[in-house]
């Protein structure tokens, strides 16, 4: 079965970077399409970024030009370069594959 096991998550300060990785098992990865939200307690799921089998990235205004999506299809691995981190970027990140979403990991932007 589709599984999405997200890592990287951690503390950080305003500025600083963090890179997200998400391991894809259970479908065709090099073939799919990838994409990253993030959601705050509380709060509605904001789509953050995604990737085509192509390699087209795509991103939300509110992070183009910090943060940067890839993939390695050799590691069935989507990653996601976050840099010049804000306070407001604190949430919980999620990989997806179509309506699947991994378990997610917790980016805390605080000084």
């Not at 589709?2 to 259970?26: E, K």
């Not at 939200?37 to 910090?66: F, M, N």
């Amino acid at each position: 079965q589709v599984q999405l096991v997200g890592s990287g998550g951690g503390l950080v300060q305003p500025g600083g970077s963090l890179r997200l990785s998400c391991a894809a098992s259970g479908f065709t990865f090099s073939s799919s399409a990838m994409s990253w939200a993030r959601q705050a307690p509380g709060k509605g799921l904001e789509w953050v970024s995604g990737i085509y089998s192509d390699g087209s990235t795509y991103y939300a205004d509110s992070v183009t030009d910090r943060f940067t999506i890839s993939r390695d299809a050799a590691k069935n691995t989507v990653y996601l370069q976050m840099n010049s981190l804000k306070l407001e970027d604190t949430d919980h990140y999620y990989c997806a594959y179509g309506p699947k979403w991994g378990q997610g990991t917790q980016v805390t932007v605080s000084s």
